[in-house]
């Protein structure tokens, strides 16, 4: 059965559904005939859902209403068991839409952590595409596997992607020759990776990095100008803040979501290419920077001058 099947439809024996109570909190589980789900507020068969559509409301023994739908990815994510910290879906997006994937695109993805990413570049290169992941530790690899398989499940049980393959080693050390489309690398150094990447990146071809900090940012983005097989680098962060809309009482929520990385993405150029020098407006006054530096003891002290004289007038003390 396919993915689309699988998300359409009235509710299935097998489907993933996602059970919202009265105060907005989740549960998500698989259907299965003759099974009942319990909470604290009761319970009721998994049978009351089956054969019934999307966005029904079925009650616990307990009076408890549930709204029923299907998980969205990004619902899915949010709650899927954890080793490495997840990518979250606003910066998924970003780079499922920055990076160009597309269905049949061929992606090595370095850093699975907990799986959350894989699914959505499985989502977007489809059956006829090929994400090749790499990770570092096997305990993180177990967790994304069954993450992985968990969301492309099929009748209920968990099933492999046919478009994944997942290798457990250092991506240097392991990386294959095949050529791909597009590189993703969600690691702590991934700088240490620009050259092997590199070699197998098409012309043309995007390579994208999330990485946490500025000094990551930085080194990343250096690392890549100096390699010479890359074209300028172009770095960003992403930032949601909900709003709170009622009646006319319309205004930003308190909370948001700020900063969780850096993305950096650059495109790979032909073998061979010579890319001119970069060419960048200088900021004002650098021309002048030997000028300043001379003049800097002298500016601070006229400056303290005038401070120490305005603190006087004040007071009225000056002569």
Same mark, same amino acid.
């Given at each position: 059965m396919s993915e689309?099947?699988?998300?359409?439809?009235?509710?299935?024996?097998? %489907?993933?559904?996602?059970?919202? %109570?009265?105060?907005?909190?989740?549960?998500?589980?698989?259907?299965? @005939?003759?099974?009942? $789900?319990?909470?604290?507020?009761?319970?009721?068969?998994? %049978?009351?859902?089956?054969?019934?559509?999307e966005g029904s409301l079925v009650r616990s023994t307990g009076g408890m209403d549930y709204l029923a739908l299907r998980p969205l990815l990004s619902d899915y994510v949010l709650s899927m068991p954890r080793g490495a910290a997840v990518v979250y879906p606003k910066d998924a997006a970003q780079i499922v839409a920055m990076a160009d994937l597309f269905p049949g695109a061929r992606v090595l993805e370095a850093g699975v952590g907990s799986g959350a990413l894989t699914c959505s570049?499985?989502?977007?290169?489809? %059956?006829?595409?090929?994400? &090749?992941?790499?990770?570092?530790?096997?305990? $993180? +690899?177990?967790?994304?596997?069954?993450?992985?398989?968990?969301? $492309?499940?099929?009748?209920?049980?968990?099933? +492999?992607?046919?478009?994944?393959?997942?290798?457990?080693g250092d991506l240097v050390a392991s990386i294959r020759s095949e050529e791909v489309d597009r590189v993703v690398l969600d690691m702590l150094a991934p700088w240490e990776c620009i050259d092997s990447v590199a070699k197998v990146l098409v012309p043309g071809g995007v390579l994208i990095c999330y990485v946490a900090t500025t000094t990551?940012?930085?080194?990343?983005?250096?690392?890549?100008?100096? &390699?010479?097989?890359?074209?300028e @680098?172009?770095?960003?962060?992403?930032?949601?803040?909900?709003? &709170?809309?009622?009646?006319? +009482?319309? /205004?930003?929520?308190?909370?948001?979501?700020?900063?969780?990385?850096?993305?950096?993405?650059?495109?790979?150029i032909a073998d061979g290419v010579e890319l001119p020098p970069r060419r960048r407006r200088p900021a004002k006054g650098i021309d002048a920077e030997d000028a300043w530096q001379s003049q800097s003891v002298t500016d601070d002290r006229e400056?303290?001058?005038?401070?120490?004289?305005? /603190?006087?007038?004040r007071r009225g003390n000056l002569p």
């Open positions: 689309t099947e699988q998300r359409q439809g009235l509710f299935k024996a097998g %489907d993933l559904v996602q059970l919202t %109570d009265t105060k907005g909190r989740h549960h998500t589980f698989p259907l299965q @005939p003759g099974k009942q $789900f319990h909470t604290h507020k009761g319970y009721f068969g998994h %049978d009351e859902l089956i054969g019934q559509p570049l499985l989502r977007a290169v489809g %059956d006829t595409g090929a994400v &090749h992941s790499y990770e570092r530790r096997e305990d $993180f +690899a177990v967790i994304a596997e069954g993450n992985v398989r968990s969301f $492309f499940c099929t009748k209920g049980e968990p099933q +492999a992607h046919p478009a994944w393959d997942l290798t457990v990551q940012l930085s080194r990343t983005v250096e690392a890549m100008r100096e &390699h010479g097989r890359f074209a @680098p172009t770095s960003w962060e992403t930032m949601i803040r909900t709003w &709170h809309v009622e009646g006319l +009482a319309v /205004r930003p929520d308190h909370r948001m979501i700020g900063h969780t990385g850096f993305l950096v993405t650059a495109r790979r400056a303290q001058t005038l401070a120490r004289e305005a /603190r006087m007038a």
